[in-house]
DNA sequence: CGGCTACTATTTTTT
DNA sequence: ATAGTAGCCG
């Protein structure tokens, strides 16, 4: 007679294949659960953890569950309580950084901050490191804040300190990293703020500088279970580590085949070298694909092959062999986008639901001209990413208020919102009051609190300090009673004057502000509602917003999704296109000069695997780049895949009936100067240098000319040169 | 101080 | 093309 409790365990296990029960059942120790583009692997994560608890290896708080987004830890968290038959507050699935800033606002007194920690995002980082770059009397065009910042977050993944890339100095770029990150870690102690990055770095540090932190996580947590581990970085790794390193129950999720983040510290290795770290680990393929054609699927594992150093993987499917690739070419990204919004029309005719397709590219720019014939067909459609809700301008304007009231130290939120709206505040009066604050050490709150006592400062500029501090004052005074908030950022909004100003505004693009406001009311207020009363309220909502990056996306049903590669990723769609595939376009130009060929393709890998049974790949021969026309190539990625799998009829080109006439016939106006027998765009042979495309006609019987071998472009005598028409 | 013009730098970005 | 910013002028 089984009991009822191994009958859950046999029903936990039910519908699985055999690998996935190797996974969802593996007992103690490190294990490595190598998933394929639809394999099922987020089914492996939820059971293994449904399976831990039933089990009784471990209460639903004694496991940590790790993703990237939230959007994923809310989609475990559901589907784990589905399982388990009840909610599960107390357990942890929860991001990376999410789960450090809880463990920080416990633990950061430990390091010199206080728990109303402020968290900084890209852009505040940003701009305090071009604060920073000031300071040092930097030119801020030479060397941007932004690549200065990249180098600090780059060293912080990396776990160097600024001492360490002070000790590693090549060259006065690096010095003046090494400088700026120092200055940059002094003023964000002393604002009590943290950026992403930080959160990582500090979590690390209290793990490793309190044995008694430290053990006390490691007995909390008995279970570590980790999604899409070929994107962690080295912060990351070492945190895990740390938690999971004496137990060493550390299940570790994904594939190596879809690590896409290397620009930003995600290190592949840390999947690859996963069984050095662990040599006893188990580890289980998941390469069974639940989601596409096989042929689909052969696409994409011939493309990824071209790949050295990965973990030999091969999908496989019982779906059957499906339609071939459709490969198109266009004559530029007009038509490009006529095309593919063309056949989505034809697919909605022929009954197709718009939310089963999809549409991807490379950068976020290629979506405008596809959006504009979207909306000319008016056929519904939305872009995933973007600019996020919480990026916007009047959002950020809004937390910052809040922010400075919570902390009054923070400069940043100080600097942002002091004359926002404009009350007379300029740059110059600023600087003085934060200059002033920093020479006296006190906080900017107090410094401009009492902005006669500020040297210099004009009486004019006096008065608009003391005006702004006594309505903040005010404010202030509310919050610390702990009024709820909603109510106190509904104050903020009417008496810092900020609804006013955009109300007179009177244009359209106010009117969306002032709804964005509103529906961060509405947020505020669903938060005071299931918030622990006791709790710093105004503390734990900014740091718990700081970490979304969207509002809840609604996904709207019934609409078309554009989106760029990076975003595809996790996704599946019955139907996809992807466009831009040119070289220069994709594989992207930058990533050409950076020798970052093989994460490209491993971008193409994860685009085509999204496709569940039709899969279009077009490609434009013209296209206008940064107000320019460039004459890019067919992309490399495309002649990876075999012949067979697609519906060429040519190796080449595509010819459809009547949609294009002759090359430069085409070009409306401003046909290109002729010289001997050559045109732009046109596909040419050199003896020595191969297959290339006419990208331009210089005086002198010069043309220029773009290699597909090594992506070069060299100018050459038409005359002499050994070039042929193909 | 604030508004205007001129110039420039443009990948991807879960947090 | 375009957005964001630096610098100049009222």
Same mark, same amino acid.
């Given at each position: 007679?089984?009991?009822?409790?191994?009958?859950?365990?046999?029903?936990?296990? !039910?519908?699985?294949?055999?690998?996935?029960?190797? +996974?969802?059942?593996?007992?103690?120790? &490190?294990?490595?659960?190598?998933?394929?583009?639809?394999?099922?692997?987020? =089914?492996?994560?939820?059971?293994?953890?449904?399976?831990?608890?039933?089990?009784?290896?471990?209460?639903?708080?004694?496991?940590?569950?790790? $993703?990237?987004?939230?959007?994923?830890?809310?989609?475990?968290?559901?589907?784990?309580?589905?399982?388990?038959?009840?909610?599960?507050?107390?357990?942890?699935?929860?991001?990376?950084?999410?789960?450090?800033?809880?463990?920080?606002?416990?633990?950061?007194?430990?390091?010199?901050?206080? =728990?109303?920690? $402020?968290?900084?995002?890209?852009?505040?980082?940003?701009?305090?490191?071009?604060?920073?770059?000031?300071?040092?009397?930097?030119?801020?065009?030479?060397? *941007?804040?932004?690549?200065?910042?990249?180098?600090?977050?780059?060293?912080?993944?990396?776990?160097?300190?600024?001492?360490?890339?002070?000790?590693?100095?090549?060259?006065?770029?690096?010095?003046?990293?090494?400088?700026?990150?120092?200055?940059?870690?002094?003023?964000?102690?002393?604002?009590?703020?943290?950026?992403?990055?930080?959160?990582?770095?500090?979590?690390?540090?209290?793990?490793?500088?309190?044995?008694?932190?430290?053990?006390?996580?490691?007995? $909390?947590?008995?279970?570590?279970?980790?999604?899409?581990?070929?994107? $962690?970085?080295?912060?990351?790794?070492?945190?895990?580590?740390?938690?999971?390193?004496?137990?060493?129950?550390?299940?570790?999720?994904?594939?190596?085949?879809?690590?896409?983040?290397?620009?930003?510290? !995600?290190?592949? =290795?840390? #999947?690859?070298?996963?069984?050095?770290?662990? &040599?006893?680990?188990?580890?289980?393929?998941?390469?069974?694909?639940?989601?596409?054609?096989?042929?689909?699927?052969?696409?994409?594992?011939?493309?990824?092959?071209?790949? =050295?150093?990965?973990?030999?993987?091969?999908?496989?499917? %019982?779906?059957?062999?499906?339609?071939?690739?459709?490969?198109? %070419?266009?004559?530029?990204?007009?038509?490009?986008?006529?095309?593919?919004?063309?056949?989505?029309?034809?697919?909605? /005719?022929?009954?197709?639901?718009?939310?089963? #397709?999809?549409?991807?590219?490379?950068?976020?720019?290629?979506?405008?001209?596809?959006?504009?014939?979207?909306?000319?067909?008016?056929?519904?459609?939305?872009?995933?990413?973007? *600019?996020?809700?919480?990026?916007?301008?009047?959002?950020?304007?809004?937390?910052?208020?809040? *922010?400075?009231?919570?902390?009054?130290? /923070?400069?940043?939120?100080? *600097?942002?919102?002091?004359?926002?709206?404009?009350?007379?505040?300029?740059?110059?009066?600023?600087?003085?009051?934060?200059?002033?604050?920093? +020479?006296?050490?006190?906080?900017?709150?107090?410094?401009?609190?009492?902005?006669?006592?500020?040297?210099?400062?004009?009486?004019? +500029? #006096?008065?608009?300090?003391?005006?702004?501090?006594?309505?903040?004052?005010?404010?202030?005074?509310?919050?610390?009673?702990?009024?709820?908030?909603?109510?106190?950022?509904?104050?903020?909004?009417?008496? @810092?004057?900020?609804?006013?100003?955009?109300?007179?505004?009177?244009?359209?693009?106010?009117?969306?502000?002032?709804?964005?406001? @509103?529906?961060?009311?509405?947020?505020?207020?669903?938060?005071? +509602?299931?918030?622990?009363?006791?709790?710093?309220?105004?503390?734990?909502?900014?740091?718990?917003?700081?970490?979304?990056?969207?509002?809840?996306?609604?996904?709207?049903?019934?609409?078309?999704?554009?989106?760029?590669?990076?975003?595809?990723?996790?996704?599946?769609?019955?139907?996809?296109?992807?466009?831009?595939?040119?070289?220069?376009?994709?594989?992207?130009?930058?990533?050409?000069?950076?020798?970052?060929?093989?994460?490209?393709?491993?971008?193409?890998?994860?685009?085509?695997?999204?496709?569940?049974?039709?899969?279009?790949?077009?490609?434009?021969?013209?296209?206008?780049?940064?107000?320019?026309?460039?004459?890019?190539?067919?992309?490399?990625?495309?002649?990876?895949?075999?012949?067979?799998?697609?519906?060429?009829?040519?190796?080449?080109?595509?010819?459809?009936?009547?949609?294009?006439?002759?090359?430069?016939?085409?070009?409306?106006?401003?046909?290109?100067?002729?010289?001997?027998?050559?045109? #732009?765009?046109?596909?040419?042979?050199?003896?020595?240098?191969?297959?290339?495309?006419?990208?331009?006609?210089?005086?002198?019987?010069?043309?220029?000319?773009?290699?597909?071998?090594?992506?070069?472009?060299?100018?050459?005598?038409?005359?002499?040169?050994?070039?042929?028409?193909?």
């Amino acid at each position: 007679m089984p009991t009822p409790a191994a009958d859950r365990l046999e029903e936990l296990l !039910a519908g699985l294949n055999e690998p996935q029960r190797d +996974a969802v059942t593996h007992g103690d120790g &490190p294990l490595l659960i190598l998933a394929g583009a639809g394999s099922g692997k987020t =089914r492996v994560l939820t059971h293994r953890l449904a399976w831990l608890v039933h089990s009784g290896r471990a209460s639903h708080q004694e496991v940590l569950a790790i $993703t990237f987004t939230n959007k994923a830890a809310q989609e475990m968290r559901n589907r784990v309580e589905l399982l388990l038959g009840r909610r599960t507050r107390g357990m942890w699935v929860m991001t990376f950084h999410a789960a450090c800033a809880r463990m920080l606002r416990a633990e950061a007194p430990r390091l010199g901050y206080t =728990r109303q920690f $402020t968290i900084y995002d890209q852009a505040d980082a940003r701009r305090l490191t071009k604060r920073c770059l000031e300071e040092l009397n930097v030119d801020t065009k030479r060397f *941007t804040p932004a690549a200065v910042h990249n180098q600090i977050s780059d060293a912080k993944n990396k776990l160097r300190s600024a001492d360490d890339v002070r000790e590693l100095v090549g060259s006065r770029f690096e010095e003046i990293v090494g400088d700026v990150y120092d200055a940059y870690e002094r003023e964000m102690l002393r604002m009590n703020a943290m950026d992403f990055d930080d959160l990582l770095v500090r979590a690390v540090n209290v793990l490793e500088l309190f044995d008694e932190v430290r053990e006390r996580y490691q007995q $909390t947590f008995r279970y570590v279970l980790v999604d899409e581990y070929q994107d $962690t970085n080295h912060a990351q790794y070492k945190w895990l580590q740390l938690l999971a390193g004496e137990h060493r129950n550390l299940a570790v999720v994904g594939d190596d085949a879809q690590s896409v983040y290397s620009f930003r510290g !995600a290190d592949i =290795r840390n #999947i690859l070298d996963f069984q050095d770290d662990f &040599p006893d680990a188990a580890v289980v393929k998941l390469e069974q694909n639940y989601r596409s054609t096989q042929t689909i699927l052969d696409a994409a594992n011939a493309v990824i092959r071209n790949n =050295r150093g990965q973990i030999a993987k091969d999908l496989w499917t %019982e779906v059957g062999q499906g339609d071939p690739i459709r490969v198109r %070419e266009l004559d530029d990204e007009r038509s490009e986008a006529r095309f593919v919004v063309g056949e989505v029309q034809r697919l909605i /005719d022929e009954g197709v639901s718009r939310q089963e #397709i999809a549409v991807f590219y490379r950068t976020n720019a290629q979506s405008r001209v596809i959006e504009d014939v979207l909306v000319q067909r008016d056929i519904g459609y939305q872009v995933v990413g973007g *600019t996020k809700f919480y990026e916007r301008a009047e959002i950020k304007d809004a937390l910052a208020y809040l *922010t400075l009231l919570g902390n009054p130290q /923070d400069v940043v939120a100080f *600097t942002r919102v002091a004359n926002t709206p404009r009350r007379g505040i300029g740059q110059t009066s600023m600087s003085r009051v934060t200059a002033f604050a920093t +020479a006296m050490d006190m906080s900017v709150w107090d410094a401009a609190a009492n902005p006669a006592a500020v040297p210099s400062l004009g009486a004019a +500029a #006096i008065k608009a300090f003391s005006r702004f501090m006594g309505t903040m004052e005010g404010l202030r005074e509310r919050a610390a009673q702990g009024v709820p908030v909603g109510d106190l950022l509904e104050a903020v909004l009417h008496e @810092t004057g900020y609804v006013d100003a955009l109300e007179a505004e009177r244009t359209f693009e106010a009117q969306g502000r002032l709804e964005n406001l @509103t529906e961060l009311v509405n947020t505020a207020r669903e938060f005071d +509602a299931s918030a622990d009363p006791g709790e710093d309220t105004l503390d734990v909502f900014l740091q718990q917003v700081a970490l979304v990056a969207d509002a809840d996306t609604r996904e709207d049903e019934g609409l078309v999704t554009l989106m760029t590669l990076h975003n595809a990723k996790g996704l599946e769609y019955e139907i996809v296109f992807i466009t831009g595939f040119e070289d220069g376009v994709f594989p992207h130009s930058r990533a050409l000069d950076e020798g970052a060929l093989e994460e490209e393709r491993r971008l193409c890998y994860v685009g085509i695997t999204r496709a569940k049974r039709d899969l279009t790949l077009s490609y434009a021969r013209q296209r206008m780049v940064f107000g320019s026309q460039q004459y890019g190539l067919r992309s490399r990625f495309l002649d990876e895949i075999p012949f067979e799998l697609t519906d060429r009829e040519q190796t080449d080109v595509v010819r459809q009936p009547g949609a294009r006439v002759s090359w430069a016939a085409s070009r409306a106006d401003a046909p290109p100067p002729e010289a001997v027998d050559f045109r #732009i765009g046109q596909d040419v042979a050199h003896a020595a240098f191969g297959e290339g495309v006419v990208t331009g006609i210089e005086p002198g019987g010069i043309v220029v000319i773009r290699f597909a071998r090594d992506g070069s472009e060299r100018k050459l005598m038409a005359e002499y040169a050994p070039i042929t028409r193909r």
